[in-house]
């Protein structure tokens, strides 16, 4: 198997809404979200497969090695043999990859967020970074379209925060600020036994006003310059608050299950977005 084969095999099988959106980028663009996005999906299958944090905190090192590696010329992992020659041409630089790591050490070193600042820093590592080369990537002329993407990181991120309540409780994480819990008066053991309540959708409701201010901010801050390139970006943060207002409609029942769209629904909200430019 090739590294080109090896990437787009690991985005394929993912199942991810992103994938929905690489479909309409021409082919050099493809293969260089692909690449990129079998990046994230590696490290991130490191906190989340491994149950020993201790052999998940040496897969994270190793990870760190590689792309110093890579970047002196010397990549090893098919990943990286895929991605590093397209680097150059779009920005990517060894400083991103390094931060997306370093979002996926926090997943290692804390299961709770004392408040919004503290949980916006890890969005702004496993997310914001990604947005930023994921828009480089599609083809970025104006400065601004970095603040957008950085901004429509962190609402989809705090989509899948949202969507992932119950998934996370399982694990012992909760990713809803300690601040906020106490605002809306709901004990961690509460979520961590997956049990709601009249307070938890208050809180849930909280989460949701958040990001959807996040993806009109995020909106209203593209450029118009680069509104036809970001296209794919706009297709997954269709995808995304699709699926957070499906989340609403069921009235946040988040802890014993994982709403999602249908392939079927993400691929015609992709068309419908390329088709509207919006």
Same mark, same amino acid.
């Given at each position: 198997?090739?590294?080109?084969?090896?990437?787009?095999?690991?985005?394929?099988?993912?199942?991810?809404?992103?994938?929905?959106?690489?479909?309409?980028?021409?082919?050099?663009?493809?293969?260089?979200?692909?690449?990129?996005?079998?990046?994230?999906?590696?490290?991130?299958?490191?906190?989340?497969?491994?149950?020993?944090?201790?052999?998940?905190?040496?897969? $994270?090192?190793?990870?760190?090695?590689?792309?110093?590696?890579?970047?002196?010329?010397?990549?090893?992992?098919?990943?990286?043999?895929?991605?590093?020659?397209?680097?150059?041409?779009?920005?990517?630089?060894?400083?991103?990859?390094?931060?997306?790591?370093?979002?996926?050490?926090?997943?290692?070193?804390?299961?709770?967020?004392?408040?919004?600042?503290?949980?916006?820093?890890?969005?702004?590592?496993?997310?914001?970074?990604?947005?930023?080369?994921?828009?480089?990537?599609?083809?970025?002329?104006?400065?601004?379209?970095?603040?957008?993407?950085?901004?429509?990181?962190?609402?989809?991120?705090?989509?899948?925060?949202?969507?992932?309540?119950?998934?996370?409780?399982?694990?012992?994480?909760?990713?809803?600020?300690?601040?906020?819990?106490?605002?809306?008066?709901?004990?961690?053991?509460?979520?961590?036994?997956?049990?709601?309540?009249?307070?938890?959708?208050? $809180?849930?409701?909280?989460?949701?006003?958040?990001?959807?201010?996040?993806?009109?901010?995020?909106?209203?801050?593209?450029?118009?310059?680069?509104?036809?390139?970001?296209?794919?970006?706009?297709?997954?943060?269709?995808?995304?608050?699709?699926?957070?207002?499906?989340?609403?409609?069921?009235?946040?029942?988040?802890?014993?299950?994982?709403?999602?769209?249908?392939?079927?629904?993400?691929?015609?909200?992709?068309?419908?977005?390329?088709?509207?430019?919006?």
């Amino acid at each position: 198997m090739t590294p080109e084969q090896y990437v787009q095999d690991k985005a394929a099988k993912s199942g991810s809404s992103f994938y929905y959106a690489f479909m309409f980028l021409p082919p050099p663009r493809r293969a260089a979200i692909t690449a990129f996005y079998a990046f994230c999906r590696e490290v991130d299958d490191v906190v989340d497969e491994v149950s020993d944090p201790g052999v998940a905190a040496t897969k $994270l090192a190793w990870w760190r090695k590689e792309v110093a590696s890579a970047f002196a010329g010397h990549p090893s992992h098919p990943v990286m043999k895929a991605l590093l020659p397209l680097a150059p041409a779009h920005q990517i630089e060894a400083a991103h990859l390094l931060a997306v790591i370093d979002g996926c050490q926090m997943d290692l070193d804390q299961s709770r967020y004392l408040d919004f600042a503290g949980l916006q820093r890890y969005c702004h590592l496993v997310a914001g970074i990604v947005g930023e080369v994921a828009a480089n990537i599609f083809g970025r002329t104006e400065p601004t379209t970095v603040t957008y993407a950085h901004r429509l990181g962190q609402a989809m991120q705090l989509t899948n925060i949202i969507r992932d309540v119950g998934d996370d409780a399982r694990r012992g994480r909760i990713y809803l600020p300690v601040s906020e819990l106490k605002q809306f008066d709901v004990k961690a053991q509460e979520v961590l036994n997956r049990g709601y309540s009249e307070r938890f959708t208050a $809180l849930m409701k909280f989460q949701a006003e958040r990001a959807h201010r996040l993806y009109d901010e995020a909106f209203a801050l593209l450029p118009a310059a680069d509104r036809s390139a970001q296209k794919p970006g706009l297709m997954m943060a269709n995808i995304y608050r699709t699926l957070l207002r499906e989340i609403e409609a069921a009235n946040f029942q988040v802890l014993h299950q994982r709403t999602s769209l249908t392939p079927l629904r993400k691929l015609w909200i992709a068309v419908r977005t390329n088709w509207q430019g919006r």
